[in-house]
């Protein structure tokens, strides 16, 4: 028995020290991956001006309202609802109201 807990513990031990070098891995490469050496990569959007005359720029391409008033109208045209969501929405939506159920008549 002894051996057992012992074993485990080391085994949760090395567990453990992995994932912490996992996470630390991880940070390193998202703070290479957005650039904060670069100090002209610090903004990923920036808005500029006031309501009726915004700049937008997103990792310094600009956009201007022109271009966002033709894709709305674009997909307001197209009216799309995705298919392949609305049927994993109902999906959830039934799996939670049988699982509600369900504990419901183990609890009772």
Do not use: W
Not at 6 to 17: A, M, R
Request: aromatic share 8%.
């Amino acid at each position: 028995m002894k051996m057992f807990i012992f074993k485990s513990f080391c085994l949760f031990s090395l567990l453990f020290i992995a994932v912490l070098t996992g996470m630390q891995m991880a940070n390193n490469g998202i703070q290479k991956m957005k650039g904060y050496e670069d100090p002209q990569k610090n903004n990923v959007i920036s808005l500029q001006g006031e309501d009726q005359n915004q700049h937008a720029a997103i990792l310094e391409n600009d956009l201007s309202s022109h271009d966002m008033n033709a894709k709305k109208k674009k997909l307001e045209e197209l009216s799309a609802v995705n298919f392949f969501s609305s049927i994993g929405r109902k999906m959830s939506d039934g799996l939670t109201n049988a699982s509600a159920k369900m504990i419901d008549q183990i609890t009772k």
